[in-house]
């Protein structure tokens, strides 16, 4: 499975900004999809996941005000939509894909990986 996350850029705080997550290649084994962000200097964190069975997701409590998960199976893309960024948003957001069922939240709990892609937010 192969994963192209897109979207990023550097946008004003209060902007909004929608991240895709393509995916191509055996999607039929992935159960879920999440995203991630890793900030300047900081580890990679949970942001939000979605179950391409059952259209459930999860959040972390930090985000789950401001951004919105969802997904297109027709075109194999799932969204990160991002209302009234903050500066503390700045970070490289990866999507991930899962193979079990269930919606993880734990790096280890996600089979394959994107590239990335840059989130500037200025003040």
């Known amino acids: 499975v192969q994963l192209q996350a897109s979207g990023g850029g550097l946008v004003q705080a209060g902007g909004s900004l929608r991240l895709s997550c393509a995916a191509a290649?055996?999607?039929?084994?992935?159960?879920?999809i999440g995203w991630f962000r890793r900030a300047p200097g900081k580890e990679r964190d949970f942001v939000a996941a979605i179950s391409l069975a059952d259209d459930s997701t999860i959040y972390a409590d930090s985000v789950k005000d401001r951004f919105t998960i969802s997904r297109d199976n027709a075109k194999n893309t799932v969204y990160l939509q991002i209302h009234s960024l903050k500066p503390e948003d700045t970070a490289v957001y990866f999507c991930?894909?899962?193979?079990?069922?269930?919606?993880?939240?734990?790096?280890?709990?996600?089979?394959?990986w994107g590239q990335g892609t840059l989130v500037t937010v200025s003040s």
């Open positions: 290649g055996g999607t039929f084994r992935v159960y879920a």
């Open positions: 991930a894909a899962r193979r079990n069922r269930g919606l993880g939240y734990r790096l280890g709990d996600y089979d394959y």
